[in-house]
C-alpha cells in the first residue's frame, strides 16, 4: 500500500510481527530497538522477501536526547510518515510491592511511559498531515492490578491513560490513536520480566493456547486499514482461555 511506518520495539515479538505483516502488504517501514544485529537482519529479511524500503534506526527508547536525534534525522525521503506503532516496552520481576526493585520500576516507567511519550513527541512533526494513525501497546495489565504487577501495571495503566489524553488532544490534528491491550502472549517477554529464567518464562504458557504476536499484528493491520473517519479507541484482546488477569483455564 505503500505507507510509511514507524514501529519501535521490532527486534522481537509484537513488532517483528507488525513490521512483517505491514511490508508483506507492501508497506515501507522503519524499524527501531536496541538490539543492532536483529534490526539489521530484519531490514535484510523484509527488503528481500517482500521488496520493501527499510530504515533501521538502533536506539534506546528511555534515551531522550537520542530518541529525538534520530526521529528527527529521519531523511526526507521517508517524510510524512502515515502510521506510528508504539510497541517498545517490558515488564521486569514479579514481586510484592515492599520487595520490589526500585531499578525495575525506574526501566519499566521509563520505558513502557516515557519512552512511548518521547517517541510520539519527536513524531509528530513527521505525520501525515492529512490523517495519520498511533497505535500504543498497552497490557491486560493497564487495565486491572493483579498481585506482584506493581510497577508494571501502574506502567501499563499510565499507556491507558496516555492514550486517552492524546485522542483527545489530537483531535483537531484528524489524528486516530488507537491503545491495544493484550492478554497473555508467547514472546520473549517473559523470558525478559524473569531475566532469563526460561523454565519460569515457559510455565506462564503452560496448559492453554496462548496469543502469538501474529494475532496482535493482525489486528494492528486491520485497524489501520479502516476507513480515515473510522477510530477503534481502544481494544482488550485475550486468547480464548483468558477471561482478564485474574480468569485463566489451563488443562
Ligand atoms: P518482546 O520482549 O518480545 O519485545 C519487546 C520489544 O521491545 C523488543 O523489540 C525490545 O527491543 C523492545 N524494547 C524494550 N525495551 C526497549 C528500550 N528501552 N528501547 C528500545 N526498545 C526496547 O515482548 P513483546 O513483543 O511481548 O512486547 C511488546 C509490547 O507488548 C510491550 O510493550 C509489552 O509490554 C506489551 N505486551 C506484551 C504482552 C505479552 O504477554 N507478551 C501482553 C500485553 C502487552 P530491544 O531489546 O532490541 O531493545
Ligand atoms: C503482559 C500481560 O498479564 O503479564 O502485559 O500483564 S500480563
Known sequence: ???????????????????????ASGDDLIITGRREPRL??????LTVKYGVRVLPLTFDVMDRNAVF??????PEAW????????????ALGRDHFDVASLDDWETMID???KGLMYVTKATLPLLN????????MGSIAGK????KGNGYCASKHAVDAISKAMRIDLLSKGIRVTAIHPGAADTEFSNVRFKGDDAMAASVYAGYEPLVAENIADIVHYCAGLPAHVCINDLVVTC???ANSFYLHRK
Open 240 to 242: 480464548t482461555a483468558q
Open 40 to 45: 539489521l537482519e530484519l531490514a535484510e529479511l
Open 1 to 23: 500500500m505503500n505507507r510509511k511506518i514507524l514501529v519501535t520495539g521490532a527486534t522481537s515479538g509484537f513488532g517483528r510481527a507488525i513490521a512483517e505483516k505491514f511490508a
Open 111 to 113: 520505558t513502557n511511559l
Open 129 to 136: 498531515a492529512s490523517g495519520a494513525h498511533i497505535f500504543n
Open 79 to 90: 517524510r510524512p510518515l502515515d502510521i506510528l506503532v508504539n510497541n517498545a516496552g517490558l
Open 144 to 147: 486491572e492490578v493483579y498481585e
Open 69 to 74: 536525534e534520530h526521529i528527527e534525522g529521519i
